[in-house]
């Protein structure tokens, strides 16, 4: 008669459970290339790009018009995550969203990047980081300057 050892079955559960759990999260990860496919053809990239790990980075930092030497501040540790929600939400804002686009990008990208690649409300108006401080000009009282009491005199220079 065999000894039966109750321990020897713990592997197949622990790998059944593993492969249970993986399948949400390979779905999840389908629908997030394919939102981001659609997110960066509508920026003018090729979609394909979304696949590939680092060039993804690379295409989304010329999305949000910053240099690609910021490709080096995403491997420090802890400033990476810095610049990581600040690229995200320069995107968002290249598509002319708010802070709170930016929050789902970052909390469930699953729903968010097939939200904004597959609507016809969200259209790419520009990179976003292009200017001073994260794409907000500085201001220029020669060029933005108005009268407040005469709206009719031209800027002074």
């Known amino acids: 008669m065999e000894n ?3 321990s020897s079955g713990s592997p197949a559960l622990f790998a059944a459970f593993f492969g249970i759990m993986m399948i949400p999260g390979l ?13 960066f053809e509508k920026a003018g990239k090729p979609g394909w790009a979304s696949i ?11 999305i949000v018009g910053k240099p690609i030497w910021w490709l080096i501040l995403f491997i420090i540790p802890c ?14 804002k290249s598509f002319g969203q ?8 970052i909390l469930l990208p699953f729903i968010f990047f097939p939200i904004l690649g597959f609507s016809k409300n969200y259209q790419y108006i520009g990179p976003a ?19 407040p009491f005469n709206p009719n005199t031209p800027p002074q220079v």
């Open 27 to 39: 779905i999840a990860w389908v629908i997030t290339v394919v939102g981001m496919w659609k997110t």
């Open 4 to 6: 039966y050892d109750p």
């Open 98 to 105: 708010s802070e709170g686009f930016t929050i789902g990008l």
């Open 129 to 147: 980081g292009a200017g001073f401080a994260g794409g907000f000009k500085p201001y220029d009282p020669s060029i933005d300057y108005k009268d």
């Open 79 to 92: 400033v990476n995550i810095v610049f990581a929600i600040w690229t995200i939400n320069l995107f968002s």
């Open 52 to 62: 590939i790990p680092i060039y993804n980075v690379i295409v989304m930092l010329e």
